[in-house]
């Protein structure tokens, strides 16, 4: 995605050059500390990387039709938007039994849908859902589709509920879904590169954003299996920043030729207004 332009004016005005619409889509194992004595091939780009990449969510098609329209993975962002309505929970580990919990002090009523006839989730979690009153589980089914209008506004009006034993199908009116039935750290591009643990998560070292590469720095939802919020994403972000800036004086790339532009490609005038 393109930055913000007081945020390219800054990039730009460090030494760097954000690259708008471009996706990783290759990483290459460098040698540790560069040979800063002769000329990399690609010195300015792999002098040092900070990854900053997300989660990817387990959904079904029709529920990325409606993800932003009621169908939601996030129960503590988007939960506050459903005070006072019923929802529907799909899932039965750690994530959904905590996202139940999470929704049950706003919506009127939780339904969690669990494929199992039983939760996986640990028992002090288990326990404390159980025994909530307008909490409601329907084991033994899976959501076969998300149901909801298109015109005029685009919403879910419920689910299709399938009995994994019978096959039997029912519909169960909600006002939201909530997708918890997993989560996988979006880091493919970087197996066999970087040292990652069973989940896919990549490794850093202890209160540091260092991976097993030097100069490669990871942050955010690649690295943090428990919160994956934002707000600790963004934290971990700005100890890469520091990490990286270190990391770049200790080990300045070799210098390369200046790249000629045609111009500023951010709106030409003054940043933050005045003549």
């Known amino acids: 995605p393109t930055p913000p332009v007081g945020c390219r004016a800054h990039i730009c005005m460090a030494g760097a050059m ?21 000329p990399h091939p690609h010195a300015h780009e792999a002098a040092c990387k900070i990854l900053l990449s997300l989660i990817t969510f387990r959904v079904r098609l029709s529920e990325k039709t409606f993800k932003g329209f009621g169908v939601s993975t996030n129960a503590i962002f988007d939960g506050v938007f459903y005070r006072d309505e019923e929802v529907v929970v799909v899932g039965g580990g750690n994530t959904a039994v905590q996202a139940a919990l999470d929704l049950s002090n706003l919506a009127s009523k939780v339904t969690v849908v669990h494929r199992r006839d039983r939760f996986r989730a640990e ?15 329907i084991w033994n089914h899976a959501i076969d589709e998300v149901i909801g209008d298109h015109e005029p506004n ?33 880091t493919a591009l970087f197996r066999g590169v970087l040292d990652m643990d069973e989940a896919g998560y990549i490794k ?11 100069g490669v720095l990871a942050a955010g939802d690649v690295i943090d299996p428990m919160f994956r919020q934002a707000v600790t994403a963004a934290g971990m972000g700005c100890i890469a920043a520091r990490e990286a800036e270190k990391f770049l004086i200790e080990h300045p790339p070799a210098p390369i030729a200046p790249v000629q532009s045609a111009g500023p490609w951010w709106p030409v005038g003054p940043l933050h207004g005045g003549g």
Do not use: C, M, Y
Not at 20 to 26: F, I, S, T, V
Not at 124 to 135: A, F, G
């Open 123 to 137: 028992s002090i979690l288990k326990d404390r859902l159980l025994s909530k009153p307008n909490v409601d589980v």
């Open 154 to 186: 685009k919403w879910v009006t419920g689910v299709r509920i399938r009995d994994v034993k019978t096959g039997d199908v029912r519909e169960l009116p909600t006002h939201g879904l909530f997708v918890a039935i997993g989560h996988d750290p979006a």
């Open 18 to 38: 954000p690259q708008a619409g471009e996706r990783l889509r290759e990483i290459h194992r460098f040698s540790p500390g560069l040979d800063h004595n002769r």
């Open 204 to 214: 850093v070292d202890p209160w540091s954003a260092k991976t097993s590469v030097p």
